[in-house]
């Protein structure tokens, strides 16, 4: 069931969740927020909109960041966003610390969950918040067939308890946590098939269409869904 066909969130995690995460750290206009990998920048914009904080959006990108600020510029909000571009490796944010740390669409799992927390972590005022959405195995007994389309030598996933593990590890303590519903991977793989019809930029490369349209593929006719999950987490930073 798509249920938000003009999402631009490049993950099953859309808009509630980011709002979700707003509502937990008490957003408002006062408040600075970080966006670790923004894509095309819908979650820094839909924060901007609904509770007109000041964000920081962040991606190694620069056409994603182009894209960004395009759609900053149209929805009026481009002047709460600074936009940068940065490989969040070699960042460092802890200067001037954030109220809340939104890192969706597996940025984590990019950068590494466990380098990706304690950065996040050490980038929040006292008490801050961190949101996240990445994906999870949810069996240790997954078909080769589905995943070898999720993990390569590179990337290898959380379940949900060695994800509770490592977050408690870090020093931060889960708020709330839970599954995307299948809506929000048909929002997704929606907007990602519109993409595929791109013919310039990341979406053009045919490799890039095949491994999508295989991904799309087994997610559904093979039922990988019983296998892969999202997880989308709210988590407080201890001290
Ligand atoms: C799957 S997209 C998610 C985008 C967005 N957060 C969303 O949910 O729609 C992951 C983003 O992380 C960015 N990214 C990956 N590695 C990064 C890095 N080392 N530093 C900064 N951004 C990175 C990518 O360019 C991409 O835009």
């Given at each position: 069931m798509v249920t938000d066909p003009n999402t631009n969130y490049t993950s099953p995690a859309g808009k509630d969740f980011t709002f979700a995460a707003a509502r937990f750290a008490g957003i408002n206009p006062s408040s600075r927020v970080l966006d670790m990998g923004?894509?095309?920048?819908e979650g820094a914009c839909n924060l901007a909109s609904e509770f007109r904080c000041k964000i920081t959006a962040c991606d190694i990108s620069k056409e994603n960041l182009d894209l960004a600020r395009e759609t900053a510029e149209k929805r009026n909000v481009s002047h709460l966003i600074s936009l940068e571009q940065a490989d969040l490796i070699k960042?460092?944010?802890?200067?001037?610390?954030?109220?809340l740390i939104i890192a969706e669409g597996g940025v984590l799992s990019f950068i590494s969950r466990r380098k990706g927390l304690s950065m996040a972590s050490s980038w929040l005022v006292p008490r801050g918040w961190l949101a996240f959405s990445d994906l999870i195995m949810l069996?240790?007994?997954?078909?080769d067939e589905i995943r070898a389309i999720f993990e390569d030598e590179t990337y290898h996933y959380e379940t949900e308890s060695s994800y509770r593990n490592l977050i408690s590890e870090l020093g931060m303590e889960i708020h709330f946590m839970c599954l995307v519903p299948v809506s929000g991977w048909d929002n997704y793989y929606a907007h990602m098939a519109r993409r595929?019809?791109?013919?310039?930029?990341?979406?053009?490369?045919r490799r890039i269409k095949l491994a999508f349209h295989r991904e799309i593929d087994v997610f559904y006719r093979l039922k990988g869904f019983r296998y892969v999950g999202y997880l989308f987490c709210v988590a407080r930073k201890r001290t």
């Open positions: 923004c894509g095309y920048g960042s460092d944010y802890s200067k001037n610390p954030y109220d069996s240790d007994n997954v078909p595929l019809e791109d013919n310039k930029g990341f979406f053009s490369d």
